[in-house]
């Protein structure tokens, strides 16, 4: 494979060396960014992979004791590792500091920024939290406004980022996943049949549409739904979707082993949200070969196969729901077909070879 490599000038000198990217995001999100980072190595760019908040960090940080942190760390780690540019998986003083280094920022973007923080401000109210959410927003404004390249999920989130920042220059950047760590085991013991749900209960515009499964549950009382998953809003739904005796919360589980656990042992995954970019269990699910119904809404319809890997539901459509999902749990053949067209499907568009190879097309074009 030819590399493609940046010119350095030194002492009138010219010489050749790797890409150098220097990446910095969130630790719960370490996992898949260190995989991300792998494939970039193995694709030739020289990487440095760090927790964001350990390297700068600032007020309004959760630890008090980042509030009075300096860019002394995110400084020394420029001048010891001489990135060629710097990627963020988030909009904090990280990036903050990548822009007052001068170095090309690359912001990827994995949600609709703009409406999760309408639906903050809608459903917070403790007066501290709006504060804090107005001082991470002007943080995030800054981070959008002076990127060199912002890198939205999927092809529904460019659009969004376009109504915001017509002028700004984007590539979807989608996320990989590793096939080969998606593989059937035991350990887990679920009543069957089951549809498994697994999401979080972070953002109230993705969690409200869980409330349509009341009527789901009424009309299937044989069929058990299993929710893992946890947030904030949990106690918006729980209170209501426990009323039935076919629905059971079973909380986080460990990732990836119990995930993969209760995956292997569900007959049918069920993602029921208002609104998802390109979430990561849509793939997993396909992974382990289990039929997949979801909302169609935002990036989902771009991670699955309509009638092939599964079914895409209305927003609200209760009587969808039950359709598919009782086609699905009565007939063992269509979910086998299905689970073995969305594990090819998955495959072979979100492996990451395919997924780092198309963002360094987008680096080396900025950076030429």
Avoid at 36 to 51: A, K, M, P, Q, Y
Avoid at 193 to 218: D, F, R, S
């Amino acid at each position: 494979m030819n590399w493609n490599f940046n010119i350095h000038k030194s002492n009138d000198s010219v010489y050749k060396s790797k890409l150098k990217l220097l990446l910095g995001g969130a630790s719960s999100k370490f996992f898949h960014l260190k995989e991300f980072t792998d494939t970039l190595e193995r694709l030739g760019t020289e990487c440095r992979l760090v927790i964001d908040t350990d390297v700068y960090d600032g007020f309004p940080s959760k630890k008090i004791d980042n509030w009075f942190q300096t860019r002394r760390k995110f400084n020394e780690l420029v001048n010891e590792f001489r990135p060629d540019a710097v990627f963020v998986d988030r909009q904090v003083h990280f990036g903050i500091a990548a822009l007052k280094a001068k170095l090309p920022l690359f912001v990827h973007l994995r949600g609709d920024y703009w409406s999760e923080m309408k639906w903050a401000r809608e459903t917070l109210t403790n007066p501290i939290t709006r504060a804090t959410l107005s001082l991470k927003q002007r943080i995030a404004v800054k981070c959008f406004r002076e990127a060199d390249v912002i890198l939205p999920l999927c092809r529904y989130l460019e659009h969004v980022v376009k109504e915001h920042y017509p002028k700004s220059t984007t590539h979807i950047l989608q996320s990989g996943i590793t096939p080969s760590r998606w593989y059937q085991v035991e350990g887990m013991k679920l009543k069957h049949p089951c549809v498994g749900l697994l999401q979080g209960a972070v953002i109230w515009g993705k969690t409200q549409e869980m409330l349509t499964l009341t009527k789901v549950l009424e009309a299937m009382p044989d069929v058990t739904f299993y929710w893992v998953g946890d947030g904030p809003y949990r106690d918006k739904i729980l209170p209501i979707l426990s009323r039935y005796k076919n629905f059971h919360w079973l909380g986080a589980l460990q990732y990836p082993d119990k995930v993969r656990e209760y995956l292997s042992e569900i007959d049918v995954y069920a993602l029921v949200s208002g609104i998802d970019m390109s979430p990561l269990t849509l793939q997993e699910a396909q992974l382990m070969r289990k039929p997949v119904v979801a909302t169609r809404v935002g990036g989902i319809p771009e991670l699955m196969k309509d009638g092939e890997t599964g079914f895409l539901v209305e927003k609200g459509d209760y009587k969808g729901w039950i359709n598919y999902l009782s086609l699905l749990v009565n007939d063992q053949n269509k979910r086998r077909h299905m689970g073995e067209a969305g594990r090819k499907f998955v495959e072979d568009n979100f492996n990451w070879e395919k997924i780092a190879g198309g963002f360094l097309d987008s680096l080396r074009n900025v950076l030429n």
